[in-house]
């Protein structure tokens, strides 16, 4: 097993997979990565092949074409109140600037890696609220339970008018839904509300639990989405932000030019168009979830957690990177270990869902590791 300091702290490496299964990378299944496995869609292809021709042209400033298709896609939206990035990942940098004008920023844990770097990076202070607390009363599904489970995580100099919260949903790496019930009296209480929506694409429109459409009623809300992740993107880079104008004319000053190339922005406008590839994920995710999910619960020492999400977390009763290497040096594939979530530790691991085929070989190849 390689030294724990050169274990990657995102899934996705496979790299560094390869190097400890002594193959190739491409021959490595990745369910590390909850990248949608039947992408890229054509669309994106045929706009990458048709975009070449721009590149010897600077890309849109502005992205009114691209922010333009966004808009259309969320009915009734401004494109002023849209700024398309680098991936999500540069997005958070900035919300995290903002984040770090508050007295302090309450993330809900455990938490996306990339979180803490962008507080960080501005010097935030971070008070924790461990996902723990928010489960203690299971039932209690109530406008104001959450609102008072964030209230208790607050140290005493601390009041919730001058904090700001930064909370995705669905959760990573949970896969835990919150309902727009319960998160919308947070607009009210907080000073800044930042809701990460990287996964809300992989629901169908009537399950989704996106606040979207309140961006123009509260000032203090900002949503960040990623189009790397359902469009299977990621060496692309592509997301956006939906919050007020001024804000994110505060952000395009902040950043560099030109964040998104001009192929990601083509690609962008195509595959928001692609609505057969939608319908195609949805019926997808319908059943390729729930029959990963039963193939892990039936597996000795293992408990899938329920997610709303195309990924599992799941509770092992051994440890996971001796789980891991095995996967890796016997079947040639790659499981998310949770040692970059603090919280959890060496025994658990998520596992995205990736097309029936493949969530076999992975049920199959945990049985034999587990009987050995």
């Not at 010897?56 to 398309?84: C, F, T, W």
């Not at 971070?126 to 209690?140: F, Q, W, Y």
């Not at 001058?162 to 896969?175: A, E, K, R």
């Amino acid at each position: 097993m390689l030294p724990s300091t050169h274990r990657p702290k995102h899934g996705g490496n496979l790299i560094w997979a390869a190097s400890l299964a002594g193959c190739s990378p491409h021959a490595i299944l990745d369910f590390s990565a909850s990248i949608n496995p039947l992408g890229p869609p054509q669309s994106a292809l045929d706009a990458i092949q048709t975009a070449q021709a721009d590149l010897k042209a600077y890309p849109d400033p502005n992205y009114g074409e691209l922010r333009q298709a966004l808009s259309q896609v969320h009915v009734s939206l401004d494109p002023d109140r849209i700024l398309p990035g680098n991936g999500a990942a540069e997005l958070l940098t900035w919300a995290g600037r903002e984040l770090a004008q508050c007295s302090a920023t309450v993330l809900v844990t455990p938490a996306f890696r990339d979180y803490q770097r962008a507080l960080q990076s501005f010097g935030a202070r971070v008070v924790e609220c461990p996902l723990e607390t928010l489960d203690r009363s299971r039932g209690e599904d109530t406008p104001h339970s959450l609102q008072a489970r964030f209230e208790e995580c607050l140290p005493p100099d601390l009041t919730a008018s001058s904090v700001g919260l930064l909370l995705n949903n669905p959760h990573n790496p949970t896969g835990q839904m919150f309902s727009r019930q319960m998160i919308l009296p947070l607009l009210d209480q907080f000073a800044l509300v930042v809701i990460d929506e990287a996964f809300m694409e992989f629901l169908a429109p009537s399950e989704q639990q996106s606040l979207v459409d309140q961006v123009s009623r509260y000032e203090n809300l900002v949503i960040i989405r990623s189009l790397t992740k359902f469009y299977s993107l990621p060496g692309l880079r592509l997301g956006y932000a939906i919050a007020h104008p001024d804000r994110l004319r505060r952000w395009q000053q902040w950043r560099d030019p030109w964040s998104v190339n001009s192929l990601a922005a083509a690609v962008g406008v195509a595959v928001l168009q692609d609505q057969a590839f939608e319908q195609q994920t949805w019926n997808w995710l319908k059943t390729a979830r729930p029959q990963l999910f039963n193939g892990l619960q039936n597996l000795p020492g293992l408990h899938p957690r329920p997610s709303a999400a195309n990924f599992l977390l799941v509770y092992s009763e051994r440890s996971v990177l001796a789980l891991q290497t095995a996967l890796l040096q016997h079947h040639q594939i790659l499981i998310r270990d949770c040692l970059s979530f603090p919280e959890l530790g060496d025994r658990y691991f998520r596992v995205a869902v990736r097309t029936e085929a493949e969530n076999q070989r992975l049920i199959e190849g945990l049985a034999d590791v587990l009987q050995r």
